[in-house]
């Protein structure tokens, strides 16, 4: 499975570190335009992104910045149910305010507190 990450530089070279291909972002223009590219592009049959990249994309992982700046495109990608799945972490500055941590979304819907 392969992974891609759309993020600030920092990161994306962390990212690289552990064998993540990923591209640097600095505002929501860019991020939208490698968003497309990953997503429109989108080939089930090849299991790849073309025409770009003969690599498959299957998981695409973005800061939550990144993901604020895709705004209803991202929402509406994730409805969609077509690949890549997208994975938001925490940027270089940490969790944005009044974003809920996974646990936190299986505590509310399970309604259980541990």
Not at 29 to 50: I, M, Q
Not at 68 to 97: A, C, H, I, K, N
């Amino acid at each position: 499975m392969d992974y891609f990450f759309i993020g600030d530089p920092e990161l994306v070279t962390a990212f690289r570190f552990i064998g993540i291909r990923g591209q640097a972002v600095s505002g929501p223009e860019e991020a939208l335009a490698v968003f497309n590219k990953l997503t429109r592009h989108w080939d089930e049959k090849a299991g790849a992104v073309l025409p770009d990249s003969a690599a498959p994309c299957r998981v695409l992982v973005l800061t939550e910045e990144t993901a604020g700046w895709l705004g209803e495109t991202l929402t509406g990608w994730q409805l969609s149910g077509e690949y890549p799945l997208v994975v938001e972490v925490p940027g270089t500055m940490g969790r944005l305010l009044g974003r809920k941590t996974l646990v936190d979304s299986i505590r509310e819907a399970i309604g259980v507190h541990v």
